[in-house]
C-alpha cells in the first residue's frame, strides 16, 4: 500500500502532537511493509511569521498532489489583533475549502479506562459512542458578507445554506448511522432561524431514502444540555458547522479531554484530518499535551485513505491498551488514581510499542 500524506504540524502543541502521530504511521508502515511518504509544509502562525501568509502556495500544492493531509493545528495569540481573513485561523479555512472535504466526522468514545478522568458520572458516560457528522465548508465561517465596520460599529457574518450542501452532508450521516446503531439525531435552531428551517425540511426529506435509520431533531440549545446529561441517547448527530464546533468540543468532557477528541473531513479531492483541539498556547512547549487525540486522527487516515481497517484498528487498541495500562498525560490524569503520569514524546512511545506487540502477534497468527 502506496500513501503520501502532506503533514502540515501547525502552532503551538500542534508540531508536538502530530510528531506522535506521524511516528505511529511510520510504525504501522514499516510493521505492515506498506509505502508511506511524507511532505511537510506550514500553515497557520509559523506560515505567517515564513511568508507573511497563513496558507502559503507551496503548501496548497503539497496539500493537493497527497492522498491525505494531517495537520496539527492552528493559532497563537501573538496575532489576536489581526483582521479574521489575516490570522492563522484564516489558513485552516481556507486548505479546507480548497481541499473540499463538507463531512467533518468527529467520534467521542468514552473509554472505560478514562471512566475517572471525566466529571460526568460514570453511569453517564457508560458505553457513549457519538460520531458528530459536522457540515464543514458553510455557515457562519464561510458566508458573505462579513466585515467589521469600524465607523458604523457595527459587524455582520452570514450564515447560509442552500440545500444541496445539507443534503450532501445528510446523506453521509445517514449513510455511516445505518453501518452503526441507525439513529440520526439532526441538530438546528428550527424555532428562530430560516437557514435552521431549510436544514430540518432537508433532513427530513433524505430520511426517507433510509427507512430503517430513525431521525430525530433537537434544537441546539437544549441538545448541549442533553449531551451532558443522556450522552448514551445519540449515535450519529449531524450538524452544522458553527453549532457542530462548539457541540464536538463539549463532547470532550464526556472523554475526559478535548485532547482525546481525532476528525476526518471527507467527501473533496482529499480527506483532511486533524484532531477536534486547537493549539493549545497555554500548554504549548510543556509536553503536556496529549497526542491521543492526534493517534486516532492516525488511525482515521488509515481507515478513510488506505483502507487499512484492520491497521486502523490496530492503533485504537494501542491507545486502549495504554489507558488501561493506567499512563495519562496531564489532562486525563486524576488526582488520587493510581495512574503514570507521562509526557507527550512518552505517551507516544507507550501507544507504539502497544501497537508493535499486536502487529507482531498478527504477523506471527497468520505465519502459523
Ligand atoms: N483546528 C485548529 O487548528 C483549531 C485552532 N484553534 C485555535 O487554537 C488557539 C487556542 O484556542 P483554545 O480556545 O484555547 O482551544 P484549544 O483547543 O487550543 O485549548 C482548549 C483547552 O484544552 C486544552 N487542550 C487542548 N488540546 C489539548 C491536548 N491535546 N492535550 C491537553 N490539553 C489540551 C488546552 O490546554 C486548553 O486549556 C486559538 O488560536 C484558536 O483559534 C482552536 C480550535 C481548533
Ligand atoms: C479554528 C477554527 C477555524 C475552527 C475550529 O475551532 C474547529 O474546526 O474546531
Ligand atoms: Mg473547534
Same mark, same amino acid.
Given at each position: ?9 501547525? /502552532?503551538?502543541?500542534? +508540531?508536538?502532537? =502530530? ?5 505511529? #504511521?511510520? %510504525?504501522? &508502515?514499516? *510493521?505492515? !511493509? ?15 511569521? /515564513?511568508?507573511?501568509? +497563513?496558507?502559503? =502556495? ?5 496539500? #493537493?498532489? %497527497?492522498? &491525505?493531509? *494531517?495537520? !496539527? ?25 480548497a481541499l473540499g472535504g463538507f ?201 478513510h485513505s488506505a483502507n487499512l ?39 507516544g512511545k507507550h501507544v507504539h ?16
Amino acid at each position: 500500500m502506496r500513501l503520501k500524506v502532506a503533514v502540515l504540524a501547525g /502552532d503551538g502543541i500542534g +508540531p508536538e502532537v =502530530t510528531r506522535e502521530a506521524t511516528n505511529i #504511521l511510520h %510504525a504501522v &508502515a514499516e *510493521l505492515g !511493509g506498506h509505502e508511506f511518504t511524507f511532505v511537510e509544509g506550514l500553515i497557520g502562525g509559523v506560515a505567517i511569521t /515564513d511568508s507573511g501568509s +497563513p496558507l502559503p =502556495t507551496a503548501t496548497l500544492d503539497a496539500a #493537493l498532489d %497527497a492522498d &491525505a493531509v *494531517l495537520l !496539527g493545528a492552528v493559532g497563537d495569540n501573538k496575532f489576536n489583533s489581526l483582521t479574521p481573513d489575516k490570522r492563522p485561523e484564516a489558513g485552516l479555512l481556507q486548505i479546507r475549502q480548497a481541499l473540499g472535504g463538507f463531512a467533518n466526522l468527529r467520534p467521542s468514545v468514552a473509554y472505560t479506562a478514562l471512566a475517572g478522568s471525566s466529571p460526568l458520572r460514570p453511569e453517564v458516560t457508560e458505553g457513549v459512542d457519538i460520531l458528530f457528522v459536522r457540515e464543514l465548508l458553510g455557515g457562519l465561517y464561510f458566508g458573505a458578507p462579513r466585515r467589521w465596520n469600524k465607523e458604523t460599529n457595527e459587524a455582520i457574518n452570514t450564515m447560509r445554506y442552500t440545500r444541496d450542501e445539507v443534503v450532501r452532508v445528510a446523506r453521509v450521516a445517514f449513510e455511516l448511522a445505518s453501518k452503526r446503531r441507525k439513529k440520526v439525531t439532526s441538530v438546528d435552531k428550527a424555532n428562530v432561524l430560516e437557514v435552521s428551517q431549510l436544514w430540518r425540511a432537508t433532513v427530513t426529506e433524505i430520511a426517507k431514502d433510509y427507512p430503517e435509520v430513525t431521525l430525530e431533531h433537537q434544537l441546539v440549545d437544549s441538545m448541549a444540555m442533553h449531551i451532558m446529561n443522556i450522552p448514551r441517547n445519540f449515535d450519529v448527530v449531524l450538524t452544522e458547522n458553527l453549532f457542530g464546533d462548539i457541540l464536538s468540543d463539549e463532547a470532550g468532557v464526556i472523554t475526559g479531554s478535548l485532547g482525546m477528541l481525532p476528525s476526518a473531513t471527507i467527501g473533496g479531492a482529499v480527506n483532511l484530518y486533524e484532531p477536534v483541539h486547537g493549539s493549545a498556547p497555554d500548554i504549548a512547549g510543556t509536553g503536556k499535551a496529549n497526542p491521543l487525540g492526534a493517534i486516532l486522527t492516525a488511525a482515521m487516515v488509515l481507515r478513510h485513505s488506505a483502507n487499512l481497517e484492520q491497521d486502523a484498528r490496530a492503533v485504537e487498541q494501542a491507545v486502549l491498551k495504554v489507558l488501561e495500562a493506567g499512563y495519562r498525560t496531564a489532562d486525563i490524569a486524576r488526582k488520587g488514581e493510581n495512574v503514570q503520569l507521562v509526557n507527550t514524546q512518552e505517551m507516544g512511545k507507550h501507544v507504539h510499542q502497544a501497537l508493535a506487540e499486536s502487529i507482531d502477534r498478527r504477523q506471527a497468527m497468520h505465519a502459523v
